[in-house]
């Protein structure tokens, strides 16, 4: 059995996880899915939103379940996860890339974004308490992150998603072959997803090996879309 900690990605908080927590727990798993800062129910302002706070939470949170972890970063929190791995090595059993991008040292999330061929999310940009913020509105959500969620669900999504700043997406990562590195890496790629291409998914591994490599049907959130499918992937990864 695994303690997993759950990262959301962006726009996101720790309520994505509220299908997949409760299938994970049934299988005799321990499961932490913490709001990253500024995100879910965390009152830190967008001022003090960073790629390195996001990355500090994780490897506290990390730290202090007792044992090393296998930590799953969802989209732009497959930056988190190999932020916190450099900081705290010891306390990750393993990492997995949930059809998450996966920047390599000195590489940021938005340099992947840019080379999506498949996909661009119109984002809306705005300024907020003279923060640079990105926000979704209905349409692209439905369109890159919920395509395949029935409307209940969708409508549940929309009422939580919130604010997103821009500052975590430019930040370059420092990564190393002695504390990063040394963490076992695994990706559950996402084929119909419509957030990070399926193509963009494939070169990105190919540029930062992971094994195992896992394939779900379906769109970028099946933390919502496919739970049972994707707990079961989880737990052949513990």
């Known amino acids: 059995m695994a303690v997993f900690v759950l990262v959301h990605g962006a726009y996101h908080g720790a309520w994505c996880w509220e299908r997949l927590t409760p299938l994970l727990e049934a299988a005799g798993h321990r499961v932490i899915a913490p709001d990253l800062p500024g995100h879910g129910a965390d009152p830190a302002p967008l001022a003090e939103v960073s790629l390195a706070a996001?990355?500090?939470?994780?490897?506290?949170?990390?730290?202090?379940?007792?044992?090393?972890?296998?930590?799953?970063?969802?989209?732009?929190?497959?930056?988190?996860?190999?932020?916190?791995?450099?900081?705290?090595?010891?306390?990750?059993r393993r990492l997995v890339y949930l059809t998450a991008y996966l920047p390599g040292?000195?590489?940021?999330?938005?340099?992947?974004?840019?080379?999506?061929?498949?996909?661009?999310?119109?984002?809306?940009?705005s300024t907020r308490g003279g923060v640079a913020c990105l926000t979704l509105d209905a349409a692209a959500l439905?369109?890159?992150?919920?395509?395949?969620?029935?409307d209940a669900d969708f409508d549940w999504a929309a009422e939580r998603v919130g604010a997103q700043a821009a500052r975590p997406f430019t930040e370059a990562l420092g990564l190393s072959a002695g504390a990063h590195g040394r963490v076992p890496r695994a990706y559950i790629r996402c084929r119909g997803d419509r957030a990070i291409g399926f193509a963009l998914q494939r070169r990105m591994v190919a540029a930062m090996p992971c094994?195992?490599?896992?394939?779900?049907?379906?769109?970028?959130?099946?933390?919502l879309t496919r739970p049972a499918e994707l707990a079961d992937v989880l737990a052949g990864l513990a």
Do not use: C, K
Not at 67 to 79: F, I, R, T, Y
Not at 105 to 125: H, K, L
């Open 54 to 92: 996001y990355a500090e939470r994780v490897a506290e949170t990390a730290g202090a379940a007792g044992e090393a972890v296998v930590a799953v970063g969802h989209s732009m929190a497959g930056a988190v996860v190999s932020a916190a791995a450099e900081r705290a090595p010891d306390a990750f």
């Open 105 to 125: 040292d000195g590489e940021t999330v938005s340099d992947w974004v840019r080379a999506d061929t498949q996909f661009r999310i119109p984002v809306e940009r």
């Open 142 to 150: 439905r369109r890159h992150f919920y395509h395949d969620a029935d």
């Open 211 to 223: 094994d195992p490599v896992r394939t779900l049907n379906g769109g970028h959130s099946p933390f």
